[in-house]
Nanobody
Framework: QVQLVESGGGLVQAGGSLRLSCAASGRTFSIYAMGWFRQAPGKEREFVAAITWSGGNPYYADSVKGRFTISRDNAKSTVYLQMNSLKPEDTAVYYC?????????????????WGQGTQVTVSS
């Protein structure tokens, strides 16, 4: 099993920044990719960004490209999501996920482990 714990959410004004963290523990050797998803009220969970466990090949949804950056700290087994130029439409619960798939998954069903989520609220 792999345990994922997110932190760093909060309330920010439009145009501001937040950094989310996701600390992984347990059988982390089985992880190939890490991803961030988000879910707004009344909407389906959607892909935001993904990166390989080794820290390579970052991939982003078009809606966040150029504003969000996913990165990885190998020593801390932690993945980050730096979110800049935040917009009200970025408001959602953000989830960290880990996948054993040997590619960069973008669908929720391709991820094996999930964190509890952290709320991000962007005010206009």
């Amino acid at each position: 099993q792999v345990q994922l714990v997110e932190s760093g959410g909060g309330l920010v004004q439009a145009g501001g920044s937040l950094r989310l963290s996701c600390a992984a523990s347990g059988r982390t050797f089985s992880i190939y990719a890490m991803g961030w998803f988000r879910q707004a009220p009344g909407k389906e969970r959607e892909f935001v960004a993904a990166i390989t466990w080794s820290g390579g090949n970052p991939y982003y949804a078009d809606s966040v490209k150029g504003r969000f950056t996913i990165s990885r700290d190998n020593a801390k087994s932690t993945v980050y999501l730096q979110m800049n130029s935040l917009k009200p439409e970025d408001t959602a619960v953000y989830y960290c996920a880990a996948s054993r798939s040997r590619w960069l998954p973008v669908r929720t069903e391709e991820y094996d482990y999930w964190g509890q989520g952290t709320q991000v609220t962007v005010s206009s």
